[in-house]
């Protein structure tokens, strides 16, 4: 008894019946509609005897890294992090950082900061009237912030990204 | 929504030493300054001045100059829109660095209702800034036309150093600003249309809203009409999702230096014809004819000429391979070698226009196959081989697969030592990194 399936194809959807054995593909996106995102799980199974693969019923998708992350808010930026200066929160040199606009800084939150025209990354403190940036690094100075100095915070690092087989 | 010189913008967000700074960016080639930021308008360099008139006036003012980047201005452009989406789903983006909002309007008194959508403006504003770094500009009103002039007004008021942000609709000074507002600032109102208005004893905004009906479609055409319509706040602009179709396509570019071989020429008018091409099936349209045209410079030494050839595709097409093979036999046709005496043409420029665009679909088919490669089966292969040839390119990077006489790399003559870039790229000698869009280049931080 042959086991009704769907195939789709660019001209829209037709129906048709696969023969046991038969390799079906159940999704199909032309190439101009493939967008950046996440990609949509693609099952293969074989029609063995007319019966569907029991798996069939437990596809979630993938473990997305944008979803994890929010990488593709239009928040979000990546920068490049350079030097020793915060190696104490785990931020070494060469290492990706994403950096969120959109969140308010924090007391205690790895933040880029713009600092004599330059940008920085440093730990964001606030007590009381203090503010500071703290290197995470005893070798490296820290920057205090006078009263009425103003501290431009560029944003919030959210994530590190650290290729663990060094650079190439 | 407006962006306030909004190439400058992009620059300062991901390099704080531009704050406060002068800066100015140039157009393709640098050739001509196209973005001042308020201190270089303040000097009074006007728009679109060419850039080596100005070289050593902006260097003694400390102007800091950027070759055009446009990888990060359009996917800044792309973030900005991002955030207007996160406000209202109605946003229509008008170019990259405006676009129309609709909001449906609070209850309440007219002057209630301006005072709750100015300080809406200003969040919205807050949120842009803060998310993008992009300072921009947000006005309301009821028509498209009247929230342009709200934005020239926003202008005023932040020069004024208050917050860019206008509500026309029940503003208590709307009619004074709209007498006061010169008619060739009204959008859509062009330099010529301006002093016609002007002779007319139109010369404001007002005056435009109050000319009559006949004497509009009469002079002028139902443009204007619609236009002095929309200033009376009759909205004949709805938001539209989808932009105007093209008609026109034009691509083309200054040579980093001048050519006078027929086979450097040839490779820049493929790949700008292949990028047209790439341009017509991203937006689902097809042209009916190509041209290319062939100049040298307009003055100076040399001998002088430009010289523009076309001809109709059989049929409307956007194949990559069709428009190619089009465009270098016009360029065959338009291009000359010497001048009458035997002076070689120091060619500066070439391009290709698309004309006769069209939806897909709606291309008239020939009754015979007039080549082979027209039946169907063979029309559906070279369709799935465009689609995989832009999915190459957009995966590996714009000249990943070309077509071949694009040229490729390692063929290139004369190829400049810094970019492997063919001779007849634009010169683009004041880039910054493309911060966003590439690996390789993101904003470093210590």
Redesign the interface.
């Known amino acids: 008894m042959p086991f009704p399936l769907t195939t789709h194809s660019g001209d829209g959807a037709s129906s048709r019946v696969a023969t046991p054995g038969e390799l079906v593909v159940t999704a199909y996106v032309p190439a101009s509609e493939v967008s950046p995102g996440p990609p949509l799980p693609l099952v293969l199974s074989r029609v063995s005897a007319g019966f569907p693969s029991p798996a069939d019923d437990y596809v979630e998708g993938h473990l997305d890294m944008h979803e994890l992350t929010g990488a593709l808010s239009p928040s979000c930026y990546w920068m490049q992090a350079e030097g020793e200066s915060m190696t104490g929160a785990g931020i070494l040199s060469g290492d990706r950082l994403l950096v969120d606009r959109a969140i308010e800084p924090a007391s205690g939150d790895v933040v880029v900061a713009a600092i004599d025209g330059e940008l920085t990354v440093k730990r964001f403190l606030r007590q009381g009237t203090r503010t500071a940036l703290l290197a995470a690094n005893p070798n490296y100075p820290s920057i205090e912030l006078c009263e009425g100095q103003e501290l431009v915070v560029w944003g919030v690092v959210t994530f590190v990204l650290h290729n663990a087989r060094g650079r190439s | 929504m407006d962006c306030s010189a909004f190439y400058c913008s992009c620059e300062r967000v991901?390099d704080?030493?531009l704050?406060g700074v002068p800066v100015a960016v140039l157009s393709n080639n640098d050739g001509c300054i196209i973005a001042r930021s308020q201190e270089v308008k303040d000097l009074g360099i006007p728009m679109g001045a060419p850039f080596f008139k100005h070289k050593r006036e902006l260097a003694e003012q400390g102007v800091r100059v950027f070759s055009s980047n446009y990888t990060l201005y359009g996917d800044m452009s792309?973030?900005?829109m991002?955030?207007l989406e996160t406000v209202t789903p109605d946003v229509e983006v008008y170019s990259i660095d405006e676009a129309f909002l609709s909001v449906p309007t609070p209850e309440g008194s007219p002057q209630a209702v301006c005072a709750e959508m100015e300080r809406r403006a200003v969040e919205i504003r807050a949120k842009v800034l803060?998310?993008?770094?992009i300072p921009v500009r947000v006005s309301w009103a009821e028509t498209k036309t009247l929230a342009k002039a709200a934005s020239e007004w926003a202008k005023v008021k932040l020069k004024a150093g208050g917050e860019p942000c206008v509500c026309l609709w029940g503003h208590p000074e709307r009619e004074r600003w709209l007498a006061s507002m010169p008619v060739g600032d009204v959008w859509g109102v062009g330099r010529r249309w301006a002093a016609k208005l002007e002779a007319l004893g139109a010369a404001t905004a007002s005056g435009l809203a109050a000319l009559p009906d006949g004497v509009l479609r009469q002079r002028f055409n139902v443009v204007l009409l619609r236009t002095a319509m929309e200033l009376r706040g009759v909205s004949c602009l709805p938001l539209s999702d989808a932009p105007v179709a093209r008609q026109t396509l034009v691509k083309s570019r200054s040579f980093g230096e001048p050519a006078s071989d027929l086979s450097t020429i040839s490779q820049a008018v493929a790949t700008h014809a292949a990028r047209a091409a790439e341009k017509l099936?991203r937006e689902g349209l097809v042209a009916g004819r190509i041209e290319a045209f062939v100049t040298t410079k307009r003055f100076g030494a040399g001998p002088h000429r430009s010289g523009c050839r076309g001809e109709m595709l059989g049929e409307a097409t956007a194949d990559s391979g069709a428009l190619v093979a089009a465009a270098r036999r016009s360029l065959g046709r338009a291009y000359v070698e010497f001048d009458a005496r035997g002076t070689p043409y120091r060619y500066r420029k070439a391009g290709v226009t698309l004309l006769e665009i069209r939806p897909v679909g709606t291309e008239q088919r020939g009754l015979f196959a007039v080549t082979d490669g027209d039946t169907a089966s063979d029309r559906q292969r070279r369709a799935a081989l465009m689609?995989?040839l832009?999915?190459a390119n957009r995966k590996y990077g714009k000249r990943a697969v070309v077509v071949a006489s694009q040229g490729c790399p390692s063929t290139l003559s004369r190829t400049r030592a810094a970019s492997g870039a063919p001779a007849w790229e634009m010169r683009r000698e004041r880039m910054s990194p493309r911060?966003?869009t590439r690996?390789d280049e993101?904003?470093?931080?210590?």
């Not at chain 2, 803060?130 to 770094?133: E, I, P």
């Not at chain 2, 993101?442 to 210590?446: C, F, I």
């Open positions: 991901f704080p030493s704050d792309r973030r900005v991002a955030v803060r998310w993008t770094g099936r689609e995989a832009d999915a911060y966003t690996w993101l904003a470093v931080v210590r």
